[in-house]
């Protein structure tokens, strides 16, 4: 989505744990405004700061839209509860939940004042709603970000400049997650023998397709907030 938004010409802001030289040198190439910053989002205290920064750079009175996109997440620790630690409980749903929250809440706070289009996509998954063994913190995260896709959109709804908010689950992709999935014991992840065989069989789904189907998405202003979206529906139903 960023490279996308990149050759987009839009003004573009990252935050992850650790630099993109990629997208750095495709911005340089595209003379994209790119602001990065690297930085562990699990440190979520931390957050509000990174957000204030980043608005001295949007003038209200010139932004046409701005949108939050909340893709930050991990799938650590892959393991049935009761095997867990504290510490992995807490990291895990520190960077699946809290950090997309606070984000939002700073999104919110910060653009009250812009009277343009804003928007907010929660990048969720198909484990919001499908339970998984092995996967406790994962699914639970994932649904506690769909729910606040829903909560968020009702509270935005009256309004007269509100943010839309949706909530976009891409389908199974062919990332570095997917990987390590196939990596893990199959105790601790009953399912694995499933993505194993879509690896196998190239059914995994190209990133960089759905990055641009979310970015159509968000572009339709057809898809009400609060809405929650599956792109294996979106994309099924083009064919």
């Not at 749903?93 to 929660?122: D, Q, T, Y």
């Not at 509100?162 to 062919?174: F, K, Q, T, W, Y």
Request: hydrophobic share 40%.
């Amino acid at each position: 989505m960023a490279k996308l938004v990149i050759d987009e010409q839009y003004k573009v802001f990252c935050i992850s744990r650790r630099m993109n030289y990629d997208l750095k040198e495709r911005a340089s190439q595209n003379r994209t405004f790119f602001w990065y910053q690297e930085q562990d989002l699990g440190n979520v205290h931390e957050i509000p700061e990174l957000v204030d920064e980043i608005f001295t750079y949007i003038d209200p009175a010139v932004a046409s839209e701005i949108t939050l996109i909340n893709n930050a997440g991990i799938v650590e620790p892959v393991k049935a509860m009761g095997n867990c630690t504290v510490a992995e409980i807490i990291d895990h749903v520190a960077i699946n939940l809290s950090a997309p929250l606070v984000l939002a809440n700073e999104f919110i706070n910060k653009s009250r004042r812009f009277h343009c289009k804003k928007n907010i996509v929660n990048i969720s998954s198909g484990a919001a709603i499908n339970p998984y063994a092995g996967w406790t913190l994962y699914c639970s995260t994932k649904a506690g970000l769909d729910m606040s896709t829903r909560t968020i959109g009702l509270e935005q709804g009256n309004l007269d400049f509100p943010v839309r908010i949706l909530s976009i689950a891409p389908g199974i992709l062919d990332t570095a997650m997917q990987e390590r999935l196939r990596k893990v014991d199959i105790n601790d992840f009953p399912m694995k023998p499933k993505f194993e065989k879509l690896h196998e069989q190239s059914r995994l789904t190209d990133p960089d397709k759905a990055a641009r189907i979310i970015l159509d998405l968000v572009k339709d202003d057809s898809i009400l907030s609060g809405s929650i979206t599956d792109l294996r529906n979106v994309q099924s139903s083009d064919k």
